[in-house]
């Protein structure tokens, strides 16, 4: 199996900022891309950025400039540097990695449990 661990939510104020971590382990052949999404209750989750195996980017219009997505390869392990933080990040954000497991071929989607951020005003 192959798990995600989040990190580094919490409450921040207004123009603040905050770094989450995401760490991915187990019987890891390859992964491909990683991003970060969020979900608000009754709402979909949606992406906020995402970085390939190539360490191409790309971010939701809504967090372009304030947002800075990072990767260790070495470490599996993703990042999400926010910046100019607004009460409207306030959300669970979750961890997404495409994974293909030892000994597989097919990749599939793992998530991470999620984790709060709270922007206060």
């Known amino acids: 199996q192959v798990q995600l661990v989040e990190s580094g939510g919490g409450l921040v104020q207004a123009g603040g900022s905050l770094r989450l971590s995401c760490a991915a382990s187990?019987?890891?052949?390859?992964?491909?891309?990683m991003g970060w999404y969020r979900q608000d209750p009754g709402k979909q989750r949606e992406l906020v950025a995402i970085?390939?195996?190539?360490?191409?980017?790309n971010y939701a219009d809504y967090v372009k400039g304030r947002f800075t997505i990072s990767r260790d390869y070495a470490k599996n392990t993703v990042y999400l540097q926010m910046y100019s933080l607004k009460p409207e990040d306030t959300s669970v954000y979750f961890c997404?990695?495409?994974?293909?497991?030892?000994?597989?071929?097919?990749?599939?989607?793992?998530w991470g449990q999620g984790t709060l951020v709270t922007v206060s005003s």
């Open positions: 997404n990695a495409n994974v293909v497991r030892i000994g597989w071929y097919r990749s599939l989607e793992v």
């Open positions: 187990g019987d890891i052949g390859v992964i491909n891309a």
């Open positions: 970085i390939t195996s190539g360490g191409s980017t």
